[in-house]
């Protein structure tokens, strides 16, 4: 099926590695075109230069009050136009209710939270009907994950945030949708993992409970966000759609 991707230009964070990079590596491949960004100027240039001259990259945190202008700015610089953002972040620190600092709260918050909220509402300023707006968001959306308290209490509200967007944007013909994944083969997954006595263990247990009797693969994560964001979901807004091989039971 034609996707409908070539030369829709996107701009994807979080794109140097984990899911962020997944999303972008299969937009380029079905022909789009796309920004992609992360913190550390080393790593966007690698990331940029891997997925060729389909890509730039921009080094920017997306805590950084100026980085949705410049991210639009930059897609429209270098391809002429701008038809949606997927907006990825590294997750925020693990830990159970008692160990995570007022700090890394606040920081979380910025990056996680508000960052994400300044780029949706400067993306949905500067996009025509047919752009669209996703998240990359957690499984955390609809039930906590022991020791990951920040996550559990941040996602879900962004969740909320983009259901209402999905609700005033659609009379423009703008979209927005959210991905929640589960336990993707991601640095991100295996670091969480490696968090417990015996990670071998720790991932058998998981796999257990997945009706696919296994991990999901960046790949697979990067095809179905490539979906959504393209043309050939049209009619599809306001959704969260796991990720995560049935390891949601409920409907």
């Given at each position: 099926?034609?996707?409908?991707?070539?030369d829709r230009v996107y701009v994807v964070t979080g794109a140097t590695r984990g899911l962020g990079n997944a999303?972008?590596?299969?937009?380029v491949a079905d022909g789009a075109k796309v920004v992609v960004t992360g913190r550390d100027d080393k790593r966007v240039a690698a990331a940029a230069a891997e997925l060729g001259p389909n890509a730039v990259g921009v080094a920017v945190d997306n805590a950084d009050t100026e980085a949705p202008a410049r991210l639009i700015a930059a897609a429209r610089d270098a391809f002429g136009g701008f038809d949606g953002i997927l907006v990825s972040v590294g997750g925020p620190p693990a830990g159970f209710v008692a160990d995570n600092t007022d700090e890394q709260w606040r920081a979380a918050f910025e990056s996680v939270f508000l960052g994400a909220v300044r780029l949706a509402r400067t993306a949905a300023a500067e996009l025509d009907e047919g752009g669209v707006i996703g998240f990359v968001l957690s499984a955390s959306v609809h039930e906590p994950i022991p020791a990951l308290t920040i996550s559990n209490g941040l996602r879900p509200g962004l969740a909320g945030f983009a259901k209402?967007?999905?609700d005033e944007l659609g009379p423009r013909g703008i979209r927005v949708v959210g991905?929640?994944?589960?336990?993707?083969?991601?640095?991100?997954?295996?670091?969480?993992?490696?968090?417990?006595?015996?990670?071998?263990?720790?991932?058998?247990?998981?796999?257990?409970r997945i009706p696919l009797r296994r991990y999901g693969t960046p790949e697979e994560f990067g095809r179905?966000?490539?979906?959504?964001?393209?043309?050939?979901?049209?009619y599809l807004t306001g959704i969260m759609l796991p990720v995560d091989g049935g390891m949601r039971h409920g409907f």
């Amino acid at each position: 099926m034609d996707l409908g991707l070539k030369d829709r230009v996107y701009v994807v964070t979080g794109a140097t590695r984990g899911l962020g990079n997944a999303a972008a590596r299969e937009l380029v491949a079905d022909g789009a075109k796309v920004v992609v960004t992360g913190r550390d100027d080393k790593r966007v240039a690698a990331a940029a230069a891997e997925l060729g001259p389909n890509a730039v990259g921009v080094a920017v945190d997306n805590a950084d009050t100026e980085a949705p202008a410049r991210l639009i700015a930059a897609a429209r610089d270098a391809f002429g136009g701008f038809d949606g953002i997927l907006v990825s972040v590294g997750g925020p620190p693990a830990g159970f209710v008692a160990d995570n600092t007022d700090e890394q709260w606040r920081a979380a918050f910025e990056s996680v939270f508000l960052g994400a909220v300044r780029l949706a509402r400067t993306a949905a300023a500067e996009l025509d009907e047919g752009g669209v707006i996703g998240f990359v968001l957690s499984a955390s959306v609809h039930e906590p994950i022991p020791a990951l308290t920040i996550s559990n209490g941040l996602r879900p509200g962004l969740a909320g945030f983009a259901k209402s967007l999905a609700d005033e944007l659609g009379p423009r013909g703008i979209r927005v949708v959210g991905l929640l994944p589960s336990r993707i083969d991601t640095d991100r997954v295996r670091e969480l993992d490696g968090l417990s006595a015996d990670p071998e263990a720790t991932r058998a247990g998981h796999e257990a409970r997945i009706p696919l009797r296994r991990y999901g693969t960046p790949e697979e994560f990067g095809r179905a966000a490539a979906f959504l964001l393209s043309p050939a979901a049209s009619y599809l807004t306001g959704i969260m759609l796991p990720v995560d091989g049935g390891m949601r039971h409920g409907f």
